[in-house]
T-cell receptor
Framework: AQRVTQPEKLLSVFKGAPVELKCNYS??????LFWYVQYSRQRLQLLLR?????SIKGFTADLNKGETSFHLKKPFAQEEDSAMYYC???????????WGAGTKLIIKP | ETGVTQSPTHLIKTRGQQVTLRCSSQ?????VSWYQQALGQGPQFIFQ???????GRGNFPPRFSGLQFPNYSSELNVNALELDDSALYLC???????????FGEGSRLTVL
């Protein structure tokens, strides 16, 4: 079965430190991977997707098919990055999204 | 541009009752999907509607049903409520091909 695993429920780093939120997936087809973010008292929103290969708010994520990973990285964390981050995989057959359990990122001043 | 709106925001029901949750899609979107999010968990896909037809369903029993209307708004109906149905129910709209979901703020259901 297709799965998305985010091994860390909570990640706490100091401001200015590098951040890496891990995401591993299992899927037999060609996956499309996303990172969604939920800031405090806001709704879930798209942060980035692997096909766009963009850097959003300083975050990047590279799809590694060999390691079946899509880790989210930022070289220098900011306090406003504190949020809940979800990795999601979209099946190529029916557009359904499969979600990880999420990682709560806390940036300490 | 109007975002995704959901109603009601909070509701309390008792076991065995039925509930209807509503969602208005973002303007220009033709696809609506519903998710159940239990406390501390990621969203779980319930189903998706495209052009008024269900075209994808997660691992939820038939007592979870839905509708999509010609204006692309949607309803989620849950019959014979169980205690485990207590959760945040999220609606998201999108254009089918784009993959970017636009979420509402959710309806928090408590079943007593």
């Amino acid at each position: 079965a297709q799965r998305v695993t985010q091994p860390e429920k909570l990640l706490s780093v100091f401001k200015g430190a590098p951040v890496e939120l891990k995401c591993n997936y299992s899927y037999s087809g060609s996956p499309e991977l996303f990172w969604y973010v939920q800031y405090s008292r806001q709704r879930l929103q798209l942060l980035l997707r692997h096909i766009s290969r963009e850097s959003i708010k300083g975050f990047t994520a590279d799809l590694n098919k060999g390691e079946t990973s899509f880790h989210l990285k930022k070289p220098f964390a900011q306090e406003e990055d504190s949020a809940m981050y979800y990795c999601a995989l979209r099946e190529d057959s029916n557009y359904q999204l499969i979600w990880g359990a999420g990682t709560k990122l806390i940036i300490k001043p | 541009e109007t975002g995704v709106t959901q109603s009601p925001t909070h509701l309390i029901k008792t076991r065995g009752q039925q509930v209807t949750l509503r969602c208005s899609s973002q303007s220009g979107h033709n696809t609506v999907s519903w998710y159940q999010q239990a406390l501390g968990q990621g969203p779980q896909f319930i189903f998706q509607y495209y052009r008024e037809e269900e075209n994808g369903r997660g691992n939820f029993p038939p007592r979870f049903s839905g509708l999509q209307f010609p204006n692309y708004s949607s309803e989620l109906n849950v019959n014979a409520l169980e205690l485990d149905d207590s959760a945040l129910y999220l609606c998201a709209s999108s254009n089918r091909q784009s993959g970017e979901l636009f979420f509402g703020e959710g309806s928090r259901l408590t079943v007593l």
